[in-house]
């Protein structure tokens, strides 16, 4: 059916198959407009930006600001390929940079090429003091910064300040589900914060960060080392999925993730076996 239809002024417009088909071209040229306007930044940019990006994210991260501070690590990305040089003092320096960069947006791949100095002897004291250091380090329901680590013959004794009778108990959990330790002995005081003390704000850490943590703490902790688990996280919400032996391991995975630095919620769609 044709038909045809008056302006403002009176006078006779297009026909109707034209009318239609005017519209649709300026129907057309507003979603193109609207979608150049809204599309991502990142879809805008080129390659050499993109990379520009990645480097300058991984060392804002809250991984590279505050565990590998005293680690000389050199990050360069080309085409979304990173490479890692420079030296670290520990193996699980090493991995935690790795996968806090595997993990950022535009990253493709990752070529790990940093040089562990003076790395300890697998299952040695040294060894097992830098896990467990590090495990402390990821998990906020403890005080790492006031924890003392001292390992001899696989005995790990603990000294330092917690604040509470939960807080100790958990630090001797934590330390004894490290493969390697034999005893724990922990001889921390229990003192609470001095009212008035510091108190700041949670700091707001980045997601791949956060997936770094839970990944490397998933592999040091004995109990949860074998555990094949995909990780990740949007916004702090940590998403799990893979499979778990059982229902118990499956909640101590979930128990785990929760008291990670930087996580808000837990989403365990872990599958038993």
């Known amino acids: ?54 480097e300058e994210s991984a060392r804002r991260s809250y991984v590279f600001t ?19 040089t420079g030296s670290v003092a520990a193996d699980s320096a090493k991995a935690l940079a790795q996968e806090t960069v595997a993990g950022l947006p ?18 040695s004291d040294a060894w097992l ?21 001292e390992v001899k013959d696989g005995v790990v004794t603990l000294r330092g300040r917690a604040e509470n009778q939960a807080q100790k108990e958990l630090a001797t959990e934590y330390a004894r589900d ?19 003390g510091p108190r700041t704000a949670g700091e707001k850490i980045d997601d791949a ?27 702090g919400t940590v998403t799990l999925e893979g499979k778990a032996a059982n229902a118990a391991e499956r909640d101590l995975v979930t128990k785990l993730v929760k008291d990670i630095n930087g996580v808000r919620k837990v989403k365990n769609r872990m599958s038993l076996e």
Do not use: C, W
Not at 129 to 149: M, N, Y
């Open 1 to 54: 059916m044709r038909y045809t239809y008056l302006t403002r002024n009176g006078r006779r417009g297009a026909s109707g198959a034209r009318f239609k088909e005017n519209t649709k071209m300026r129907l057309s040229f507003y979603i193109f407009v609207a979608a150049t306007v809204l599309m991502p930044a990142a879809a805008l940019a080129g390659p050499a930006e993109i990379d520009r990006r990645i």
């Open 106 to 123: 535009g990253v493709k791949g990752v070529e790990n090429k940093l040089e562990v100095t003076g790395s300890p002897t697998a299952s």
């Open 66 to 84: 505050n565990y590998l501070t005293s680690d000389a690590i050199a990050v360069e990305a080309k085409d979304g390929i990173v490479t890692l």
């Open 178 to 196: 490290i493969e390697g330790v034999k005893e724990v002995i922990n001889e921390m005081t229990v003192s609470p914060e001095p009212e008035g």
């Open 209 to 235: 960060s956060i997936t770094a943590q839970v990944k490397l703490a998933l592999l040091l902790h004995r109990s949860t080392s074998a555990v094949a688990t995909t990780v990740r996280t949007k916004r």
């Open 129 to 149: 003091s830098d896990k467990l250091k590090i495990t402390l380090l990821f998990h906020r329901s403890v005080r790492a910064g006031k924890t003392e680590v």
